[in-house]
């Protein structure tokens, strides 16, 4: 059971709130549909995203050069990654199970999403996701529009500076142990590590583990 003094839950947003793999390997396969006849070694491919973590710029770089650009006319890394990601919010839709969460986690808790990526391309995954509502303009921080991103744990600490709390009072929720559970912990927060089935394998203990976000509930006794 968690302490009383949490009163403010800090979401990330991608595998954590929206199943952003999904909406990538759906994209990955659209894309690898249009090449006629070629293999489609998407296990390799979502290995180089590595998650959303490898640098873009790289990873489109990386797609162009193994595969080519006959597939979509496509010969540049910037204009490949404007195409994944107005392609891949096509695939993102809300989860019943998660709207259902973030309904009864507001009658009690203040909720604050965390997340890195660009401004745009996070908030259009948020309205996407039918996320937006459950988070005050003031409690959405995003990495491109703070100029500070995940791991770093300055990242954490002006979140705490900007909502005026001690970090007792929050718990970090997120999917990656680099990113999410590790600085977070590092700054005095609380951590929910969302394992999807995975195991730590790191020297990271997170201070709660849940298979699925929507089994916070289950820990809140909402």
Not at 6 to 15: A, K, Y
Not at 91 to 110: C, N, S, T
Request: aromatic letters at 8%; glycine letters at 6%; charged letters at 20%.
């Amino acid at each position: 059971m968690l302490s009383a003094a949490i009163d403010t839950l800090i979401f990330d947003l991608d595998n954590t709130l929206a199943d952003r793999n999904k909406a990538m390997r759906k994209t990955m396969e659209h894309w690898l549909q249009l090449h006629a006849g070629h293999p489609c070694p998407l296990a390799l491919i979502m290995e180089q995203d590595a998650e959303g973590y490898t640098d873009r710029t790289l990873f489109c770089s990386w797609l162009l050069d193994t595969f080519g650009t006959q597939t979509t006319g496509i010969d540049d890394p910037a204009a490949l990654l404007l195409y994944i990601q107005q392609t891949m919010l096509k695939y993102l839709a809300p989860d019943p199970g998660v709207l259902q969460l973030m309904e009864k986690l507001r009658q009690r808790f203040r909720l604050v999403l965390a997340s890195n990526g660009s401004s745009q391309v996070q908030r259009a995954k948020l309205q996407q996701c039918g996320l937006i509502g459950y988070f005050d303009e003031e409690h959405i921080f995003i990495s491109g529009e703070m100029g500070l991103a995940k791991p770093a744990t300055g990242f954490y600490t002006t979140i705490l500076e900007r909502l005026a709390i001690h970090p007792q009072q929050a718990m970090m929720t997120g999917d990656d142990l680099t990113n999410d559970i590790r600085p977070a912990q590092q700054c005095g927060l609380f951590s929910c590590w969302v394992s999807q089935g995975r195991s730590t394998g790191q020297a990271v203990t997170p201070d709660l583990t849940i298979h699925h976000i929507t089994a916070l509930d289950q820990w809140l006794k909402c």
